[in-house]
């Protein structure tokens, strides 16, 4: 009998401590940049897109909601044919993100992402792809990788030699 | 057995093998580059380094290179010493000081050696900061994709194709710290096994450019274990597939046939799966809407299965339950081969002769193995590309052989075996009628017209038997003989082969006779992929046939089994055979010709959506299992549609399915020669604790998501009840029996490195026992073959011509030559002819000729073909495009410039 007493009365003594809850939608909640939300694909400092379908993401993924399909431009520059994220298998784990290894995939501070359908969750590479550089501005894959793809040449890239000359013996 | 002690435990080794092979045989995890199994050790890389120690007092030991050091009784040694971790670890360091940030557009990424072994010896941080040397790379053709930045310079590419498969426009260029693999310009290699590049190279520099067009990674694979379908040899693959396309094909290692490597016409010949010339669904001709649903095919199939008399034509490329499914719709009487009447009559001596367990057939590691080959006629790196790579190892391994019992040493040093052979050579004749590349390393090579190929044959098997009939005085030829039967005498594993391009009976009957009198194992080529399983149905040919439609014709309705008649018989034949049936039912998976006849078109799956079993060339029954479900549900295995027409015309019960095995079964019971097939692989309900064996690796990407643009809930996995397999990720994790691989993986193991975890030692066989099953018993009772008629000689005849075919090996595979890469590397059609003939018609090469033959004729650029016999033309076959005519037949050409028509 006390106990509930007691509780009743705690829990009048609520209506008079600062409110937690917020008036949302009408008011915005506060995310922290890092916060792991809704997922897109960005681009690099000159505009390109900064997935190179190497299919690390999709991998990573540990309910398996990312399907791709890499393909090549006539630069030899990968990129993905399609990009599907399924978002209502989608847990935020952000696994994909750290799996990336050119910055491509981010997880953004945005949860708004409710449907009526569950259909409208399965997002495409349209739908993912943003024109921004996203939390890693800078970052050029094709400028540190060996390949030429048709943003720079053969040994153009940082920390490279200009290619081996095949025919010289000097050492 | 000697015993060694590892980090001191005792194991039993076995004799003569290195440190490394024993290491790996125990199960140990020691990384290595430049050592394989099929190459042996040069000990370029450094990378296997062990310690080895005097004996149990000496603390200190020595850093060796195991793959250098032969295995001795009581030696000791350490794995997991801290200075060999150390340097192994350094090693790995130093070689990634220039290797590129590649992985993630790198297609090796996931099934690549160098990322297993830096793991191995882990190797995870870069304290290097100077600057990385880079090279440029070179096209190589259509094949393969070249990145030279990702070499670390274990040279396995250079020995796998100069001193493997005898490729010469390969090699290694530049000095010291920035060696160079690749050509000595841009340009397509020449090789026909340059594809095995691919899988030898461990790091990302050869790729597979095919796959590149729709790139997948290993892990993202649905796999299945196959068997490559563009030859008579039966290489064992495993094939890729990934949304509803076929991605690519790997060797699948089987220490009986292919080891390690497969021709470029199996590794690239997939394509025609995904062509857009496929059939997709069921069409019947001649109303309106001519696509029709299955329950509309079956209505009009029920009518013309009840009322109309049956014939039925096989297929040398359809499988063994196909071809056994039609025999059984149509009846015994009424089933035919398919091909021409020579091709048909020579097989099925073959097969005849085989059957009696009077001459064993070699396998291609039996023929790896001989110390004396004899080829007589058979192009064979044109027709059975593996086992002419065999072949090649056969002389050379023969060679090392003698240098190992000379010097004492190990077979496995392979510099210094190499440095002791120079240019010397196991025994090889190769006697062809136009010459091949195998004539390089042989010490014996001739270009004969088919009928002195037989003779030569003939007076080769007398000098080894009197007994035997001689051929008549012809002093050169019995000189030559007499070179050749010399080897064959000492020799303790002698092969003889040959096959049947020649047309020739007297080529196989001396072949026959010569092994016979010297105990050799023989290795008849054929033309397709399960030629040897159709011969064995001793049916008759496609040419019966048109006979008997000419004779009672009109009633009888064709069912033509994954056939393109065109390619076998001449095109007047075929469409006389079509305009006498009353009806064409054609069951394909690829338009052709002959479905165009078709009143009505049955959609059947290609080797990657269904099950079956082939036969090869040696009598080896080999299942293959479905790879992926077709999108189009429609397509069936020809047998799963054969098996329904059958049910239909029996009007037995509906819905009843069938499976491959009880086919089989059925096979065994009603043709005994095909007795123990069904031994071939373990049942459909084969499980291991309850688990069937996943299709697709552990680490499947994509599930919930790639089908979800469809729609959001993921459909029901299918079930595969045809198959110990399953269409998902679950199940069964551990190592499969030997016939049910669909992968490689081992734990650390990502790469196709990974086989040695299922083998019984590196090299040896699959653990259990390599896969397939020979059809052909051990010889009981040994009545020898007797054969007596020995041939002519070969006359030039005025104003004619010895037609015979030359195949290439890419291009001249019907279902390969959908492959876009191969198309680009396959030569025009054209007739070959000796420099003398082409002079005396008075024509330049390079112009056209008309050729006539049984009153028709075609025209056809003509060229000098080096070698070549006169009176003989060889006009090049299979090849789209190229004329079919009746090989071994006179013809007729004209040089359109002095005169023509
Ligand atoms: S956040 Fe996690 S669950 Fe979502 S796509 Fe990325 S890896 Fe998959
Ligand atoms: S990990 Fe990054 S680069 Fe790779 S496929 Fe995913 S998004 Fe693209
Ligand atoms: S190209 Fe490949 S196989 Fe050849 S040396 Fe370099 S890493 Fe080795
Ligand atoms: S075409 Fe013949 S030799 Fe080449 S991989 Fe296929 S079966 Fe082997
Ligand atoms: S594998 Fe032993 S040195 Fe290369």
New interface residues.
């Given amino acids: 009998m006390f106990s509930h007493i007691r509780t009743i009365w705690l829990t009048f003594l609520h209506l008079f401590k600062k409110k937690v809850t917020i008036e949302y939608p009408e008011e915005k909640v506060k995310l922290h940049p890092r916060w792991r939300g809704r997922i897109v694909l960005t681009k690099d400092p000159d505009g390109g897109e900064r997935c190179v379908g190497c299919y690390l993401c999709a991998a990573a993924c540990p309910v398996d909601c990312i399907a791709l399909q890499a393909t090549e431009d006539e630069n030899g520059r990968r990129y993905p044919e399609f990009f599907r994220i399924n978002f209502s298998r989608c847990i935020f784990c952000g696994f994909c993100e750290e799996a990336c290894p050119t910055y491509a995939i981010q997880l953004i501070p945005d949860f708004e992402m409710g449907e009526y359908k569950r259909q409208n969750l399965v997002f495409e590479k349209e739908d993912l792809l943003i024109n921004s550089q996203g939390k890693y501005p800078g970052y050029n894959f094709y400028q540190v990788a060996g390949i030429q793809a048709g943003v720079k040449g053969k040994g153009e890239g940082d920390n490279e030699e200009p290619p081996v000359d095949v025919h010289s013996l000097l050492p | 057995m000697p015993t060694i002690y590892i980090d001191n435990k005792p194991y039993e080794v076995k004799e003569g093998k290195n440190l490394l092979e024993a290491c790996l045989t125990l199960g140990f995890d020691l990384p290595y580059f430049c050592w394989h199994p099929a190459l042996n050790s040069v000990g370029a890389c450094r990378q296997c380094a062990v310690k080895v120690y005097k004996d149990e007092a000496d603390t200190k030991g020595r850093l060796v290179m195991s793959c250098m050091e032969g295995v001795k009784d009581g030696m000791r040694l350490s794995i997991n010493d801290q200075t060999a971790k150390a340097f192994r670890e350094q090693i790995i360091e130093w070689l990634m000081t220039n290797h ?6 790198c297609d090796e ?2 099934s690549c050696h160098l990322q297993d072994m830096t793991v191995m010896t882990g190797h995870d941080y870069r304290r290097y ?9 070179q096209y190589l053709g259509p094949l393969l994709h070249h ?1 030279m ?2 070499c670390i310079q274990c040279y396995r590419c250079v020995r796998y194709y100069r001193d493997y498969a005898g490729g010469d426009d390969l090699n290694v ?4 710290n ?1 060696v ?1 693999f690749g050509r000595d310009k841009d340009g397509v290699l020449q090789s026909p096994f340059s594809g095995n590049l691919a899988e030898v190279c461990p790091t990302g520099v050869f790729t597979d450019k095919t796959l ?1 067009e ?4 290993k ?2 694979l649905t796999m299945a274990p196959s068997v490559c379908n563009h030859c008579s040899v039966g290489c064992n693959i495993i094939a890729g597939e990934r ?1 509803g396309e076929l991605r690519c094909i790997l060797n699948r290692y089987n220490g009986d046939v292919n080891g390690y490597f497969i021709c470029d016409r199996g590794r690239y010949g997939y394509e025609f799966v995904n062509s857009e010339n496929r059939i997709k669904q069921p069409i019947i001709r001649n109303r309106t809407g001519e696509a029709a649903s299955e329950e509309e095919l079956m209505r009009s199939m029920g009518t013309i299965l009840t009322h109309q008399k049956l014939l039925g034509i096989g297929s040398p490329r359809a499988s063994v339950e196909s071809n056994f499914a039609l025999m059984q719709l149509v009846g015994h009487d009424n089933f035919y081969q398919g091909v021409s009447e020579a091709e048909a009559y020579l097989t099925r001596k073959i097969a005849g002769w085989m059957q009696t367990g009077s001459i064993r057939s070699a396998s291609l590691k039996e023929i790896e193995q001989s110390d004396v080959v004899v080829v007589l006629g058979e192009d064979i790196w044109n027709t059975a590309p593996m086992m002419a790579l065999a072949v090649r190892q056969s002389v050379v391994k023969t060679a090392a052989a003698q240098a190992a019992q000379k010097t004492n040493l190990p077979l496995w040093h392979d510099a210094a075996i190499k440095e002791y052979v120079q240019d010397q050579k196991g025994f090889l004749a190769n006697i062809t009628v136009a010459g091949s590349p195998l004539d390089e390393i042989a010490a014996h090579q001739q270009c004969l017209a088919p009928d002195d190929i037989a003779r030569l044959g003939w007076a080769i098997a007398h000098e080894l038997d009197a007994s035997l009939p001689g051929v008549s005085n012809d002093e050169s030829l019995l000189q030559q003989a007499q070179a050749i039967a010399n080897a064959l005498k000492t020799a303790k594993n002698p092969v003889i082969i040959s096959g049947i391009t020649c047309y020739n009976e007297s080529i196989l009957t001396a072949a026959v006779t010569l092994a016979t009198a010297c105990h050799a194992k023989v290795g008849f080529a054929l033309p397709e992929c399960n030629s040897m399983g159709l011969a064995l149905m001793q049916a008759p040919s496609l040419e019966k046939a048109v006979d008997r439609m000419q004779r009672e014709g009109d009633s009888f309705t064709v069912v033509v089994l994954e056939n393109d008649l065109y390619r076998n018989i001449s095109a007047t034949l075929v469409d006389d055979f079509f305009s006498h049936c009353r009806n064409a039912v054609v069951i394909d998976s690829l338009h052709n010709a002959t479905t165009e006849k078709a009143q009505v078109l049955i959609p059947s799956a290609t080797f990657a959506e269904g099950d079956g079993t082939l036969v090869n060339y040696e009598g080896r029954a080999q299942r293959y299992f479905q790879v992926f479900v077709p999108a189009e549900g429609i397509i069936k295995e020809s047998w799963k549609w054969l098996w329904h027409l059958y049910l239909l015309k029996m009007q037995a019960g509906n819905g009843h399915d069938h499976y491959p095995n009880e086919l089989l079964e059925k096979l065994e019971s009603v043709l005994p020669q095909f007795k123990g097939i069904t031994k071939s692989s373990p049942p459909r309900h084969f499980t291991i604790h309850g688990e069937r064996i996943p299709r697709e690796p552990h ?8 089908l ?2 469809r ?3 993921e459909p029901k996995p299918v079930q595969d009840n045809d198959s110990p397999f399953s269409f998902t990720m679950e199940g069964f994790k551990g190592l499969p029996p030997a016939p049910l691989i669909p992968f490689f993986w081992a734990p650390g193991w990502n790469s196709v490195q990974a086989v040695t975890k299922y083998q019984e030692e590196p090299g040896g066989s699959l653990k259990g026992g390599d896969p397939g099953i020979s059809l052909f018993k051990e010889p009981t009772q040994t009545t020898p073959l007797v054969f007596h008629e020995i041939p002519e000689a070969f006359a030039v005849r005025h104003q004619k011509w010895l037609l015979l075919p030359q195949y290439h090996v890419l291009g001249s595979g019907e279902l390969s030559s959908y492959t876009k890469a191969l198309q680009e590397l396959s030569p025009q059609p054209s007739i070959a002819l000796s420099a003398e003939d082409l002079q005396g018609l008075g024509v330049e090469e390079g112009s056209s000729v008309q050729l006539k033959i049984n009153g028709t004729s075609c025209m056809l650029p003509v060229k000098i073909q080096k070698g070549l016999p006169k009176g003989i033309a060889l006009v090049a076959a299979g090849l789209q495009g190229s004329p079919v005519m009746s090989w071994g037949e006179w013809g007729k050409i004209d040089g359109m410039t002095n005169g023509g028509e």
């Avoid at chain 2, 260029?173 to 010291?176: G, L, Q, S, T």
């Avoid at chain 2, 729709?214 to 990674?217: C, F, G, I, L, P």
């Avoid at chain 2, 680490?699 to 919930?704: D, L």
Wanted: proline share 4%.
């Fill in positions: 590129p940030h590649d992985c993630p557009v990424g996931g900061t100077f600057r990385k040397r880079t090279y440029k790379n990145e930045n990702r260029f530049a000095a010291h920035h160079y590149k729709h790139y997948t990674r892990w993202d949304y680490r499947y990407s994509g599930r919930t998501a790639m979800a643009d729609n959001v809930s």
